[in-house]
């Protein structure tokens, strides 16, 4: 199932569609974003953003920005978080409070997701 891409200047939408995989060039290298990829916030750099679908590639000049995947509904969750020698130390729960609508994908859990982290958020 692809992701959905989209392309946002300050003044309007350059591209809106499926992806199989975007690559972006990330303010520390290259990454790749394919469907059902962790979230991710990111900044960009100067360079060349390639959106892939179904063998064909749309390539867009990039002069930085930000870059976000996360496939988020609405969740309410608890977490705790300890201090230790080697950073901190995430443990979270979310319970997922609605499904996806019947025109987006699901591709949560049923009722609700674990996370664990180990360092700062970013």
Known sequence: MPLRCEIVTQDRRLFEGPADMVVAPGSEGLMGILPHHAPLLSTLDYGLLTVRYQGEEEVFTIAGGDAGYADMRYTFGTGVR?????????????????????????????????????????
């Open 82 to 122: 300890l201090g230790t020698p080697v950073g901190p130390v995430r443990f979270d729960y979310g319970w997922k409070l609605r499904g996806a609508k019947a025109t987006e994908p699901d591709v949560s859990s049923r009722q609700g997701t674990f996370h664990f982290s180990l360092g700062q958020a970013f």
